[in-house]
């Protein structure tokens, strides 16, 4: 049985960092891409970012390039999502996601590409 966990999430401030992590239990996690979405207040979830099951193919959604950075560690089973330069607009509750595909497709961003999701994690970025 698959399940991801989100952790990490919580206040800071304009212009800080924060550090979230992805715990995957079950087998097979090198197997699996795992990305990273977003829910801010009133809006639709939408795509942060995606690695693939090699760590060597990341993509991210634009209005995150070169702030947010997925690296994945298959000892600690774990991909973290390490998030620099943070505004008020990246406040939201921020879910991990699980696909067995293996890569990031081109339709990575949808949502019912990925089969298993966490509770998410609360991030607030005060101004």
């Known amino acids: 049985q698959v399940q991801v966990a989100e952790s990490g999430g919580g206040l800071v401030q304009a212009g800080g960092s924060l550090k979230l992590s992805c715990l995957f239990s079950?087998?097979?996690?090198?197997?699996?891409?795992m990305a990273w979405f977003r829910q801010g207040p009133g809006k639709e979830r939408e795509r942060v970012g995606c690695?693939?099951?090699?760590?060597?193919?990341?993509s991210y959604a634009d209005s995150v390039k070169g702030r947010f950075d997925i690296r994945r560690v298959k000892a600690d089973r774990t991909a973290y999502l390490q998030m620099n330069d943070l505004n008020p607009d990246d406040t939201g509750v921020y879910y991990c996601?699980?696909?067995?595909?293996?890569?990031?497709?081109?339709?990575?961003?949808?949502?019912?590409?990925?089969?298993?999701w966490g509770e998410g994690t609360q991030v607030t970025v005060s101004s």
């Open positions: 690695v693939s099951w090699t760590g060597s193919q990341k």
């Open positions: 996601a699980a696909n067995q595909y293996g890569y990031c497709s081109a339709s990575w961003g949808s949502q019912a590409q990925w089969i298993y």
């Open positions: 079950g087998s097979g996690f090198e197997d699996y891409a």
